[in-house]
């Protein structure tokens, strides 16, 4: 279950990328009524904390993080609001570890964070959608992305799930 209110590290690809996964995004937020969001993978998210020593914590993993890139695959889909249809991403030996890396630096641990059982991903809607719509969209969007974006910075964010609300307190640049 996700806390109504929590902070995440996200990576966002920039670019051409982004462009592309913006339109697709806001087409179907508006289409379907559903919250906006910016395109981004999570790689920890759900925890808490005095904003001020996770701003610290998120500048910390940055200088501890080279720049990796992010290969998204295909489009998958789950009876879940914020997993409704969403890009599978392939988990490298570098994504691994940045995982890894921001896991203990937030202390996500549990089975919640088990790296077995993680599944990163980058969204194309949240909503509750009927498996006909989502066949529909996969068909417009196509199934298949293969598309690599470079990771070259980490966003901590703040996550109101009630209000689907995120805001962004600060980009930090690896090093």
């Not at 409704?84 to 991403?89: A, C, E, G, Q, T």
């Not at 949240?126 to 196509?142: N, Q």
């Amino acid at each position: 279950m996700r806390p109504e209110q929590s902070y995440s590290i996200w990576l966002v690809p920039k670019g051409d990328v982004n462009k592309r996964l913006s339109v697709i995004i806001n087409e179907l937020s508006e289409k379907h009524n559903s919250p906006r969001f910016i395109p981004h993978v999570g790689l920890v998210g759900g925890f808490t904390g005095d904003e001020g020593d996770l701003i610290s914590k998120t500048k910390s993993l940055s200088e501890k993080l080279r720049p990796f890139n992010v290969m998204l695959t295909d489009v998958s889909r789950r009876d879940e609001f914020f997993r409704s249809l969403f890009i599978m991403v392939e988990k490298t030996p570098e994504f691994m570890a940045a995982y890894g890396a921001a896991r203990a630096m937030f202390n996500c641990y549990g089975e919640l964070y088990d790296p077995e059982k993680y599944m990163p991903h980058l969204s194309l809607i949240y909503a509750s959608l009927d498996d006909k719509t989502k066949d529909d969209i996969m068909e417009k969007t196509g199934r298949n992305f293969n598309i690599p974006f470079e990771a070259d910075s980490i966003h901590l964010f703040h996550s109101n799930e009630r209000d689907k609300i995120w805001t962004e307190i600060k980009e930090f640049t690896l090093k």
